[in-house]
């Protein structure tokens, strides 16, 4: 693959800045709406505080796999060992690994949810359905945060921006945005809100 011209390979501080500044405003500007989402689902949060307890885990986990395998991609990308081949056996092995990943990460979520919710609120929820939304939203979140560190890897690359400077503020900036509108509604299909 040619590497365009840009600021990869540079540590000049201007460029990365240049770069960064106005892709970190707009998505201070999208990741509002995570906030607003959140919000608006304030009085099922209220009802059902075990969902309170989950959520920055669900948005932080999910943000977290965007980011190694941004991380993966990135360095394949300098390394020059890969160009997106859809036959490359590493890059679905990566994917295989983050989906892995997701599964447990987010079944222990659901686990460490029940006891707490067990523990603190009697058993309100109940682990069937803690168990359902976390590995729903989870692996959803997880599917979402592969196909953002592609496309965010490959278009900086493209357009000869270094993507170690934007791949893992993209990613995790929409994974916490689509991480909580899934959560939530997920959250209220599956306890009736």
């Known amino acids: 693959m040619v590497v365009p011209q840009g600021s990869l390979g540079t540590w000049d501080w201007k460029s990365i800045v240049g770069n960064m500044f106005p892709l970190l405003i707009v998505l201070s500007a999208i990741v509002l709406w995570a906030g607003i989402t959140l919000e608006s689902a304030e009085d099922m949060i209220e009802e059902i505080a075990i969902l309170a307890v989950m959520v920055p885990t669900m948005v932080d986990m999910g943000g977290n796999l965007g980011a190694i395998l941004s991380s993966r991609l990135s360095t394949r990308f300098h390394l020059g060992t890969t160009e997106l081949d859809p036959r490359d056996r ?15 990460i987010f079944t222990a979520l659901a686990i460490g949810a029940g006891v ?77 809100f």
């Open 90 to 104: 590493e890059l679905w092995a990566d994917i295989a690994a983050i989906l892995a990943l997701a599964v447990t």
């Open 116 to 192: 707490i919710d067990i523990v603190l609120f009697g058993g309100a929820v109940g682990f069937p359905s803690l168990l359902f939304i976390s590995l729903v939203s989870g692996m959803s979140v997880a599917v979402i945060a592969i196909v953002f560190s592609f496309a965010a890897t490959y278009g900086s690359y493209r357009l000869g921006i270094d993507p170690d400077d934007t791949t893992i503020p993209i990613v995790t900036n929409v994974v916490d945005v689509f991480g909580m509108v899934i959560f939530i509604g997920v959250s209220a299909s599956v306890l009736g």
